[in-house]
């Protein structure tokens, strides 16, 4: 079976820039086959699940989505401002979009955006999220806050109507196997790991 260190890559041409920018990479193959790649590259993204106090509701957004061509509730999230760290650039997302903020926080880590792309996606966990601020929308962004009862969030993330949803998952696990150095955020731990088993 080829390793990653047997793909040589010959040369990357930018073939679209916009919202995205896309990449035509070209590689020689282990066997010596030369093929061509797009490759989706930009600014990694972070995105915040968000609990209120006591863990009663979690804090989404909903917006109109172009893909599926309809409204869908989605963490707050977004991309990361140059050399801003990704737990604070998930808070600042939260803030902006729903007007929530929390002082307790939890990396949950990152995965990648897709396996044609070299951009990743951070989570983090917030505890304790309350209406704090106003929203502060960009010019191509509206939508809703919504508050869900905890008890129907398994139940949103198996759905398969949230973008978010695998970050998610792999959120909730990482807090649940975690030792978290905060009584706050122990707390949440303990919630997620009832939410889970139930």
Avoid at 4 to 9: D, K, M, S
Wanted: charged share 25%; glycine share 6%; net charge negative.
């Amino acid at each position: 079976m080829p390793i990653a260190g047997e793909w040589a890559r010959i040369r990357s041409t930018i073939t679209y820039q916009g919202f995205v920018t896309i990449n035509r990479d070209t590689y020689e193959e282990p066997n010596g086959a030369v093929t061509d790649w797009d490759v989706i590259t930009g600014r990694d993204s972070a995105a915040t699940l968000a609990f209120t106090p006591s863990a009663s509701h979690v804090v989404l957004f909903e917006q109109f989505r172009v893909g599926p061509e309809k409204a869908l509730l989605e963490l707050p999230g977004g991309y990361l401002n140059n050399n801003e760290p990704p737990t604070d650039a998930a808070l600042r997302e939260l803030r902006e979009e729903t007007g929530y903020h929390s002082e307790s926080a939890f990396y949950a880590g990152s995965e990648w955006w897709a396996a044609n792309s070299s951009r990743r996606k951070h989570l983090v966990i917030a505890a304790n999220a309350s209406k704090t601020y106003e929203a502060t929308w960009d010019e191509s962004e509206s939508g809703h806050v919504r508050l869900l009862p905890v008890s129907e969030l398994i139940d949103l993330l198996v759905s398969g109507e949230l973008t978010d949803a695998g970050l998610a998952c792999r959120g909730l696990t990482a807090l649940a196997r975690s030792n978290p150095d905060t009584e706050v955020l122990a707390a949440l731990r303990d919630r997620v790991r009832q939410l889970l088993v139930a």
